[in-house]
T-cell receptor
Framework: NAGVTQTPKFRILKIGQSMTLQCAQD?????MYWYRQDPGMGLKLIYYSVGAGITDKGEVPNGYNVSRSTTEDFPLRLELAAPSQTSVYFC???????????FGEGSRLTVL | AQSVTQLGSHVSVSEGALVLLRCNYS??????LFWYVQYPNQGLQLLLKYTSAATLVKGINGFEAEFKKSETSFHLTKPSAHMSDAAEYFCAVTSSGGGADGLTFGKGTHLIIQP
């Protein structure tokens, strides 16, 4: 049972480059989320989706985009990478609205 | 709007001693409350959750937490710390009405276990 799978685990980008963080879940969960984690700041919600074709902004969406074409996949796109986007990114999924999230192992991104 | 405050960014206890990690929440509606644990270089794992049933909630690895509405608190405890408990702990909240927009997390508490 794979759960939530994130790729890549590590990536270094130059300022201005773009990339996509991949997230896939095999639990048929409708709800999916992208968080970023910075030291001493906890987790901040970037974007979320309540089902295929539906996405919405979280607390810190600037500089990011998402899409949800299937139930399984929820990629996060970074356009014009900036040093402020250096962070650890977590994808999570949820079978319903009660809040229990299942997390991937994270993607560590460094922008230089 | 909801928020969570975790008191103490770092807590250090001796092996075998009581672990107490503090969490206070703010919510305009009855909350669902969660504790997650994060080991180094890993994702977050659910320790326990409160969803308006029993106010004393038991979780994995011997942890428990008590929901106290009058104090707006959901503190995490474990009677006897083990070296393997060293990790980052996060308290989180969502509304019981349906948290489609995920959880609001505290800033985390790093638990250090002294031998």
């Amino acid at each position: 049972n794979a759960g939530v799978t994130q790729t890549p685990k590590f990536r270094i980008l130059k300022i201005g480059q773009s990339m996509t963080l991949q997230c896939a879940q095999d639990m048929n969960h409708n709800y999916m989320y992208w968080y970023r984690q910075d030291p001493g700041m906890g987790l901040k919600l970037i974007y979320y989706s309540v089902g295929a074709g539906i996405t919405d902004k979280g607390e810190v969406p600037n500089g990011y985009n998402v899409s949800r074409s299937t139930t399984e996949d929820f990629p996060l796109r970074l356009e014009l990478a900036a040093p402020s986007q250096t962070s650890v990114y977590f994808c999570a999924s949820n079978p319903d609205r009660t809040g229990e999230l299942f997390f991937g192992e994270g993607s560590r991104l460094t922008v230089l | 709007a909801q928020s969570v405050t975790q008191l103490g960014s770092h807590v250090s206890v001796s092996e075998g001693a009581l672990v107490l990690l503090r969490c206070n929440y703010s919510s305009s509606v009855p909350p669902y409350l969660f504790w997650y644990v994060q080991y180094p270089n890993q994702g977050l794992q659910l320790l326990l959750k409160y969803t308006s049933a029993a106010t004393l909630v038991k979780g994995i690895n011997g942890f428990e937490a008590e929901f106290k509405k009058s104090e707006t608190s959901f503190h995490l405890t474990k009677p006897s710390a083990h070296m393997s408990d060293a990790a980052e702990y996060f308290c989180a909240v969502t509304s019981s009405g349906g948290g489609a927009d995920g959880l609001t997390f505290g800033k985390g508490t790093h638990l250090i276990i002294q031998p």
